[in-house]
C-alpha cells in the first residue's frame, strides 16, 4: 500500500503561481511513476503531468506545458508541481497518484491522494 498526502493549494490570481507537493509513505516508491491529475467542477479528471521516479524524466499535458513544472525528491518520497502563469482554466481539485507505468490514464494508477483544490481568479 502506498499513502498519498497533498499540499500547497489555494486561491490564486490569474498570472500568480502555486507548488503543490505529494508525500509518499508506506511502499517504496522508486520503481514508481507519481502522476497530478485534475478534475473541474463538472468534468471529467484529466492528466496534468508524470514524472518516472527512478529517472525523473517528465511529460506534461500541452494544456500546461512550459508553466508547470514536476520534481521529485528521492529522499524524500515527495514530488512537486510548480504552477506559474496560472490561469481560471487551471481551476481544478488537483489530485497526485502513483502507478507501476509510466502513462497519462488515470486507470494505470493504483494509488490516489485525497486531493487539493487550486482556485484561480481573473
Known amino acids: 500500500q502506498v499513502q498519498l498526502v497533498e499540499s500547497g493549494g489555494g486561491l490564486v490570481q490569474a498570472g500568480g503561481s502555486l507548488r503543490l507537493s505529494c508525500t509518499a509513505s508506506?511502499?517504496?516508491?522508486?520503481?514508481?511513476?507519481m502522476g497530478w491529475f485534475r478534475q473541474a467542477a463538472g468534468k471529467e479528471r484529466e492528466f496534468v503531468a508524470r514524472?518516472?521516479?527512478?529517472?525523473?524524466?517528465?511529460y506534461y499535458a500541452d494544456s500546461v506545458k512550459g508553466r508547470f513544472t514536476m520534481s521529485r525528491v528521492n529522499a524524500k518520497n515527495t514530488g512537486s508541481l510548480q504552477m506559474n502563469l496560472l490561469k481560471s482554466e487551471d481551476t481544478a481539485v488537483y489530485y497526485c497518484?502513483?502507478?507501476?507505468?509510466?502513462?497519462?490514464?488515470?486507470?494505470?494508477?493504483?494509488?490516489w491522494g485525497q486531493g487539493t483544490q487550486v482556485t484561480v481568479s481573473s
Open positions: 508506506g511502499r517504496t516508491f522508486s520503481s514508481y511513476t
Open positions: 497518484a502513483s502507478g507501476s507505468r509510466i502513462s497519462r490514464r488515470p486507470e494505470d494508477y493504483d494509488y
Open positions: 514524472i518516472t521516479w527512478s529517472s525523473g524524466s517528465t
